[in-house]
């Protein structure tokens, strides 16, 4: 897929086919007084959709399309927007359409932003494991752009650079585990560090057992593929003096992700239904590793790190027993209750991991647990936070990036239910499962620093259509922590 950015008259003169939302389209400046009497007809019959699919209508010789533009009941305006020109992205390509005009000249940069993911949304596919894969067809998007044509092209080549971080985070998730395990990720995060000049630093068994990270070393025991913590990071402030306004410590966001290559649920095994779905367990990580690229990318003005918890809660004759306890890195210990709550365990590393790094804010993001699904769904992600600015600040990024998240609970009347007899806790709590996870976090979270929970377990991969994504990794979480980086770098300036 192309997408360029032109004035008026070049648009005009090359557009096979023209995309326009609703009213805010001088139209006489691309079509004849004929054609644009048939447009403004199309376009009073779309104000009672709603739609089902697009409409076609020969204008011109030419063919033009008319795209479904109703809004959709629960998306905002700009993801409505966004659903708008994916649609129209996929339709193109089905019929083979070399180039569509979009007609933006009045657009805000905020849609022209949305619109711009939306096509883009429409380019992903993945069908690596296809014998025969059939590439997409590449259409071109002409963005007659009027008097925004600077800011619009700065806007395109961060979506682009977006939009490659998504799909990267996709393309792990929907690896399957036999070619995706810790080590295969380790040599993926190593390329990734190269080509974008991130500094790693790679944890191995014998390093983790070393230095007592014993979250790790527990959940990744039982697999024959060995865990890992990665560490990558990239200071966008270093040499320079933004972010060292007099006195103030420069912001250091940390992300950390969970990266189970598979979860099987240990000796707690999951029931087969369950199963198939758990080749998504890293999306954490993988969705960490894909924002830190993109930041880096972009040169965001803010100091980023990212923490990769990476194994495989698998059945062997070393598994985790329910009932073993350990000693996570900082000194609590832990009591493992339940094989499947492995998650919070890896994450215990993670969060002490960031701790050392220097964080101001971190972000931990995790398939976390099977309550969040059945309380929020596919749609909503629910979120925790011990500092209001950082959650009011991840409901707003939210919002730009058409991601919705919820803000729950860190309720203190079920941290009890955590306590153990033998040890100071246990990885299982109270029937508010999701909460009892964050509860658990918490107790890893280095003190005075702002941090925030993200329990992608419902969003993060579907199995039937949702918005842009067919099947298979959403790429949810991506785009906001990008645009939080964004965020929390600009205003330390
Ligand atoms: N990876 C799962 C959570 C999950 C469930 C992610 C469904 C995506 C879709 C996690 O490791 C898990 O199994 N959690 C358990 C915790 C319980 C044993 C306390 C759960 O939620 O059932
Ligand atoms: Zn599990
Ligand atoms: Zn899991």
Redesign the pocket.
């Known amino acids: 897929m192309k997408i360029q950015i032109l004035s008026k008259e070049t648009g005009k003169a090359n557009a096979n086919a023209l995309f326009f939302v609703k009213k805010s389209v001088q139209f006489s400046s691309i079509l004849s007084e004929e054609a644009e009497n048939q447009v403004e007809s199309v376009l009073e019959g779309m104000e009672n959709g709603p739609f089902e699919d697009l409409e076609f209508l020969e204008i011109d010789g030419k063919s033009t399309l008319f795209v479904n533009a109703a809004k959709e009941r629960g998306l905002s305006g700009l993801d409505h927007l966004r659903m708008a020109a994916y649609r129209l992205a996929k339709r193109a390509q089905k019929k083979q359409i070399p180039v569509v005009s979009l007609m933006l000249a009045d657009a805000a940069p905020e849609q022209f932003k949305a619109i711009a993911h939306g096509l883009f949304y429409a380019d992903y596919k993945f069908d690596v494991y296809k014998s025969k894969p059939t590439p997409l067809f590449e259409a071109t998007f002409e963005v007659v752009a009027g008097d925004h044509v600077a800011e619009f092209k700065k806007i395109a080549d961060e979506v682009i650079v977006e939009q490659a971080a998504i799909n990267t985070a996709k393309d792990l998730v929907n690896t399957c585990a036999n070619d995706l395990y810790p080590e295969t990720f380790v040599e993926f995060a190593k390329n990734v560090a190269k080509e974008f000049g991130i500094s790693i630093k790679v944890r191995d068994l014998k390093a983790l057992e070393a230095e007592g990270f014993n979250g790790h070393v527990t959940v990744g025991k039982g697999s024959s593929h060995p865990p890992y913590m990665v560490t990558l990071d990239y200071d966008g402030v270093k040499g320079n003096k933004a972010g060292k306004t007099a006195g103030s410590k420069p912001p250091h966001l940390v992300i950390v992700g969970k990266g189970?290559t598979f979860?099987t649920?240990g000796l707690?095994l999951?029931p087969p239904k369950?199963m198939p779905?758990?080749i998504?367990?890293m999306t954490g990580a993988a969705s960490a590793l894909a924002a830190i690229q993109a930041i880096a990318e972009l040169k965001l003005p803010i100091h980023v790190s990212a923490v990769l918890c990476l194994a495989e809660n698998a059945i062997g004759n070393k598994s985790v027993l329910p009932g073993d306890i350990f000693a996570a890195k900082n000194g609590k210990t832990v009591m493992v209750d339940?094989t499947?709550?492995?998650?919070r365990l890896v994450l215990s590393d993670g969060l002490y991991e960031a701790g050392t790094l220097g964080a101001t804010h971190i972000i931990d993001l995790a398939?976390?647990?099977?309550?969040m699904?059945r309380a929020l769904g596919y749609a909503v992600a629910g979120f925790f936070s011990n500092d209001d600015d950082l959650g009011l600040n991840v409901i707003n990024c939210g919002e730009t990036c058409c991601e919705k998240f919820w803000s729950m609970p860190l309720e203190e009347e079920y941290a009890d239910a955590l306590k153990d007899k033998f040890a100071d806790l246990k990885n299982?709590g109270s029937d508010a499962?999701a909460i009892s996870?964050a509860l658990f976090l918490q107790e890893f979270v280095p003190e005075n620093v702002a941090w925030s929970h993200w329990d992608i377990?419902?969003t993060?991969?579907v199995t039937k259509q949702w918005k842009y994504t067919e099947y298979g990794a959403t790429g949810f979480g991506v785009q906001t922590l990008i645009e939080l980086a964004r965020q929390i770098g600009f205003a330390s300036r």
């Open positions: 189970l979860d649920g707690c999951k369950s779905e758990m998504s367990d339940n499947d709550a492995e998650g398939t976390l647990t099977g309550a699904v299982t499962g996870a377990a419902g993060a991969f």
